[in-house]
């Protein structure tokens, strides 16, 4: 991991913490950015990297929890929580959420710097599955409507023979199709193309056994 | 007139009329010994009045055409009058009967019973005085008339009205009884069939013996005759009455009574003889009203007793009077339910029954100051109203509101005392809850203020702390980087000592903060404070089985304080005290506390326990200095602050032979002043 990957947030309301947190990461060699609370940060415009939120719990316009209950839907970073007296019930709460983890004042920086790693790591993992996300959205986008009605006959597992009589086409013009698909979804095989349907989560509409739909 | 037709009589009553008038007709002409005079008492007179009085005014037609025939065959039978002189002697008593019963019927209520004074002096006067008049002066006309008698009018009016009027009298009563109880069943008890019968014996004996002439007059007849008056009232006016006439009537006709004799003295005796019977049938019937009068009476006094009582022993109140004297006189049902016996039977040799009723129901707590209130209302007069517990019938003492009101006489003496207990248990209860529940809270409020400030010094000591365990590691990097970075490891190192610094000024700030509430302050007596906090603690203590002994000198000048910080203060002395009891596990469970005047202008506070002593007694002062397990070491810190702040002083002595006395002294608001 190199410096540049990731960037660490520190929301604080003592600007004592702030100040040790910032100067312990600088120490480490990892960019951080500091905001005195939860209203701050979330106003900033955050730069598209990987990235860590290091929380208090005890803020003065809100606390910390709720604050990680409110951004939950966002592409938030994932959180690591600070306390001054952590009690199990939020602690548990906390890390149900998803939170990666809860520490209590004052802290190791051997807990501290953990957990900030995994934290990142686990943002890493999750923009790039962003991504790739977002480039199979733009594949499919590029296929034609008919090639769209097709694929999830495709990856129902339909024969072709079936598939073809459902859309009342001729089986050969359906293979055609379905090399198109493959070439623009970039699949390698069946078994990749009926992988990426699901991330995609295109429905499985029909079943190959005759009578059922 | 068809109003008249439907109205007609049964032919069976007017049958039994028809005979009882000529029968009374006949009963006349066997008394009728005067010479000439032909008549002396007329029952026909009465029946026919009781007999209209009676009956509908449209049916009186029918009753008029039967009485004629029926007098008119007597006259005939006994009397031999021609036809014109009989049918104009009929016209006088039948107007006569006419008249008598519309008067009666329009001053009497409906029916007619003669049950009230008014009533049967309304029917003496009109029907027996005014109507006879009628028949009286049309019949003696008649007489007159008719020559045959030889009676001149002036001689006959007087025998007429009279005979009249004692017929009336004797008969219209009897008649009045016979019709309008005719279906009624007799009413009489086998004693009181007893008493009529004797006392109808004693009628006879009497009358016999006074109108046989072996008495000297006949008014000895009175007594047995206003005894059925009383007794059985108009029935056995009625009744004796008849007997009476009857008595006499057999022995005038005998020739036995003392009535007969020459004509001149015979038409004497004869009015004398009407006159008596007059007399007691006035008499008596008047004293059957009076009777019956005074028994109505009574039974609506009962009535409406009962039903007050039944009031008194429904309302779910328990309700007890006492004489004047205050010796207890009624209770309730209610009460002796609750009592579960009727604690006004309750004696007790040697003390009053007041006295003994209390010892009996009163809880013991309660007995002396209730006889105390309750002799002194007794005594003044003043209204009684007290709480206290009254001991049920399962020996559950319930909460009782008792009050009492004298009842007083025109003259304003106390006559009778009237009490009443509300059962206040359940409002008793709620506001012991309600009280608890405050304590509670304010304790709670303590508490709460007290772990509050610890959580609170706990963050203010924490923040910085954090921070220079970050900027630590933060300096170690710089320093063990290549090359060694100096200029930043030398920033946070300053950064450290700044946070250290601001570590150690929080207690300084606790000073602070508690001599900033200075505002808060008013004058106080301490004394008050240490009971206050005792009864707020009350429960802790009783519940870690501590004995609290308090030497507190009354009436201390008063002192400027927060009363809200010296009750911090004390809860957590005493809290200590306790604690330090634990540390100890034998010996007296007991802190004792000593509020006293040190000097002129100071007080002085002491909290002392027996427990194992504290080993340096100027260090447990210092913030986050602590001996016990979990403890935060603020607690003393605080209250000397606290007491510091008051310009007082706090320090710990060891006792002899062991325990600790921790001690405080405040200034009095008199030094302040000074």
């Not at chain 2, 009045?49 to 004629?68: K, M, N």
């Not at chain 2, 025939?69 to 039978?77: D, H, I, N, R, Y």
């Amino acid at each position: 991991m190199k410096a540049e990957d990731f960037i660490v947030f520190v929301v604080d309301d003592d600007p004592r913490m702030r100040e040790a947190l910032s100067e312990l990461l600088e120490s480490v060699g990892w960019r951080a950015i500091a905001f005195g609370s939860a209203g701050e940060y979330l106003s900033h415009q955050r730069p598209n990297l990987a990235a860590c939120l290091i929380l208090d719990v005890e803020l003065p316009d809100i606390n910390g929890l709720d604050v990680q209950k409110q951004i939950a839907h966002g592409d938030h970073p994932p959180i690591v929580f600070l306390t001054g007296h952590g009690d199990i019930p939020s602690s548990v709460r906390a890390i149900k959420h998803g939170a990666v983890d809860f520490l209590t004042k004052p802290f190791t920086e051997e807990a501290l710097l953990n957990a900030i790693r995994s934290a990142v790591e686990r943002d890493w993992l999750a923009r790039r599955e962003r991504a790739e996300l977002s480039i199979r959205r733009q594949r499919l986008a590029s296929l034609t409507p008919r090639e769209r009605e097709v694929l999830p006959l495709v990856v129902s597992g339909l024969l072709n023979k079936q598939a073809a009589a459902e859309l009342g086409i001729s089986e050969v013009t359906l293979q055609i199709h379905r090399r198109k698909i493959m070439q623009k979804m970039e699949a390698d095989s069946l078994a990749d193309l009926v992988r990426i349907a699901e991330k995609l989560e295109i429905p499985i509409t029909h079943s190959r056994r005759a009578g059922s739909t | 007139m068809m109003r008249i037709w439907s109205h007609r009589p049964q032919v069976l009553h007017l049958a039994l009329f028809f005979a009882a008038y000529v029968l009374g007709c006949g009963f006349a002409k066997a008394l009728a010994i005067v010479p000439g005079t032909n008549i002396s008492i007329w029952p026909p007179g009465g029946l026919f009045v009781a007999t209209l009085i009676l009956s509908s005014p449209y049916s009186w037609p029918w009753w008029v055409l039967v009485g004629g025939p029926a007098e008119l065959f007597s006259q005939a039978l006994w009397w031999h009058s021609p036809l014109p002189a009989g049918l104009l002697m009929y016209a006088g008593n039948a107007l006569e009967a006419a008249a008598g019963a519309w008067l009666v019927n329009r001053t009497c209520r409906r029916p007619v019973r003669l049950e009230n004074l008014q009533e049967v002096l309304a029917f003496v006067v009109l029907a027996a005085g005014i109507a006879p008049v009628i028949s009286a002066t049309v019949g003696s006309a008649a007489l007159a008339w008719d020559g045959e008698s030889a009676q001149t009018f002036w001689a006959a009016w007087p025998l007429w009205w009279i005979g009249d009027a004692t017929g009336i009298l004797i008969i219209a009563p009897l008649a009045l009884v016979i019709f309008q109880n005719w279906r009624g069943k007799a009413e009489l008890s086998a004693a009181r069939w007893i008493e009529a019968c004797v006392l109808g014996l004693i009628l006879l004996a009497v009358a016999a013996l006074s109108l046989s002439g072996y008495l000297p007059f006949a008014y000895i007849i009175m007594p047995p005759l206003l005894w059925a008056a009383v007794r059985f009232e108009f029935r056995g006016a009625a009744v004796t009455l008849i007997l009476l006439a009857l008595i006499t009537a057999i022995f005038t006709i005998s020739g036995a009574s003392q009535f007969p004799g020459d004509a001149e003295s015979q038409r004497q005796k004869q009015i004398m003889l009407q006159l008596f019977l007059a007399v007691s049938a006035l008499s008596a019937l008047i004293v059957a009203a009076l009777s019956r009068q005074y028994q109505q009476a009574l039974l609506t006094l009962r009535e409406s007793e009962r039903q007050l009582r039944e009031m008194i022993d429904a309302v779910p109140v328990n309700i007890w009077c006492l004489t004047r004297e205050g010796t207890p006189s009624y209770f309730n049902k209610r009460l002796i339910d609750y009592f579960g016996q009727d604690v006004a039977d309750i004696q007790t040799p040697g003390m009053s029954r007041l006295a003994a009723t209390i010892k009996a129901v009163v809880h013991p707590d309660d007995a002396e100051a209730l006889s105390e209130r309750l002799n002194e209302s007794l005594m003044t007069g003043k209204s009684f109203s007290f709480r206290y517990r009254l001991r049920r019938y399962d020996g559950i003492h319930r909460w009782i509101e008792g009050r009492a009101e004298p009842m007083r006489n025109r003259d304003g003496e106390i006559v009778q005392w009237y009490g009443l207990c509300l059962d206040i248990e359940d409002e008793i209860r709620t506001q012991g809850a309600l009280r608890a529940a405050q304590d509670k809270l304010a304790r709670a409020t303590q508490v709460a203020s007290l772990s509050e400030l610890s959580a609170s010094i706990a963050h203010e000591v924490n923040q910085p702390l954090a921070a220079i365990v970050a900027t630590s590691h933060a300096c170690r990097r710089w320093l063990s980087a290549e090359p060694p970075n100096l200029e930043r490891a030398k920033i946070t190192l300053e950064r450290i000592i700044r946070d250290a610094n601001s570590a150690s000024d929080v207690v300084s700030r606790i000073r602070a903060l508690f001599s900033q509430t200075g505002q808060a302050r008013s004058p106080a007596d301490m004394t008050e404070v240490i009971s206050e906090v005792c009864r707020l603690m009350a429960n802790e203590l009783a519940m870690r089985n501590v004995h609290v002994e308090t030497e507190l000198t009354e009436s201390l000048p008063p002192t400027l304080i927060d009363r809200v910080q010296m009750q911090q203060v004390l809860v957590n002395l005493i809290r200590n005290a306790v604690d330090a009891l634990d540390t100890t596990g034998d010996g007296a469970r007991a802190i004792r506390l000593r509020a006293v005047l040190d000097g002129d202008d100071t007080i002085r506070v002491e909290v002392r326990d027996v427990g194992a002593g504290v080993k340096e007694p100027e260090r447990i002062f210092e913030p986050f200095f602590t001996t016990k397990q979990g403890g935060m070491g603020m607690g003393l810190a605080i209250c000397r602050s606290i007491i510091e702040s008051h310009d007082g002083r706090l320090w710990a002595t060891d006792n002899k032979p062991r325990g600790t006395t921790f001690a405080f002294t405040l200034p009095t608001r008199a030094r302040d002043a000074a």
